[in-house]
T-cell receptor, first 112, second 109 residues
Framework: DSGVTQTPKHLITATGQRVTLRCSPR?????VYWYQQSLDQGLQFLIQ???????AKGNILERFSAQQFPDLHSELNLSSLELGDSALYFC???????????FGSGTQLSVL | GQNIDQPTEMTATEGAIVQINCTYQ??????LFWYQQHAGEAPTFLSY????GLEEKGRFSSFLSRSKGYSYLLLKELQMKDSASYLCAVLQAGTALIFGKGTTLSVSS
């Protein structure tokens, strides 16, 4: 158990809908990262937050947004969902910047 | 940007040694990580190299050459449970850890 908690574990929804994925980092970790993993693209970096502020941005679509709250948990919001958004979404945390990541067990999103 | 290349698949037998290579092109290199990921599970940390040379940790070792943009992960005394994907990831200044597409290793008896 990495100590990073993600909910829900599975999510099934329809195209055009909006969903929210939640992540609680390890106790004491200030950095939260979101990754998307699909079979053909591998693990793609979406966005990083550090102590409530956006720190780095990767290949995140404009339909996607995230935030980190004062208690350091983070949410990833996915809107206007398309079939191609079906993937495993991982959250990871680290104590500070530029350190090894601890991954949650992921949220499997299926868009039908 | 970054370009990280590693073989898609490898096979080996129990007890053998396997070397998984990773080449990368990046600017502002801050370190290279190897992660293991079993199917449907979260990636787990294996090793970290920031200086040239070999880091050994039990049955697993990782090597880095910054001038060549090259790393490898060496797995010794392979076991069936080592069947997994092995992800090479590069830390570049100003961004988060960027992963290669991974190498799926199949270990047979």
């Amino acid at each position: 158990d990495s100590g990073v908690t993600q909910t829900p574990k599975h999510l099934i929804t329809a195209t055009g809908q909006r969903v929210t994925l939640r992540c609680s980092p390890r106790s004491g970790d200030l950095s939260v990262y979101w990754y998307q993993q699909s079979l053909d693209q591998g693990l793609q970096f979406l966005i990083q937050y550090y102590n409530g502020e956006e720190r780095a941005k990767g290949n995140i679509l404009e339909r996607f947004s995230a935030q980190q709250f004062p208690d350091l948990h983070s949410e990833l919001n996915l809107s206007s969902l398309e079939l191609g958004d079906s993937a495993l979404y991982f959250c990871a945390s680290s104590p500070r910047d530029s350190e090894k990541l601890f991954f949650g067990s992921g949220t499997q999103l299926s868009v039908l | 940007g970054q370009n990280i290349d590693q073989p898609t698949e490898m096979t080996a037998t129990e007890g053998a040694i396997v070397q998984i290579n990773c080449t990368y092109q990046t600017s502002g290199f801050n370190g290279l990580f190897w992660y293991q990921q079993h199917a449907g599970e979260a990636p787990t940390f294996l090793s970290y190299n920031v200086l040239d040379g070999l880091e050994e940790k039990g049955r697993f070792s990782s090597f880095l050459s910054r001038s060549k943009g090259y790393s490898y992960l060496l797995l010794k005394e392979l076991q069936m449970k080592d069947s997994a994907s092995y992800l090479c990831a590069v830390l570049q200044a100003g961004t988060a850890l960027i992963f290669g597409k991974g190498t799926t290793l199949s270990v047979s008896s």
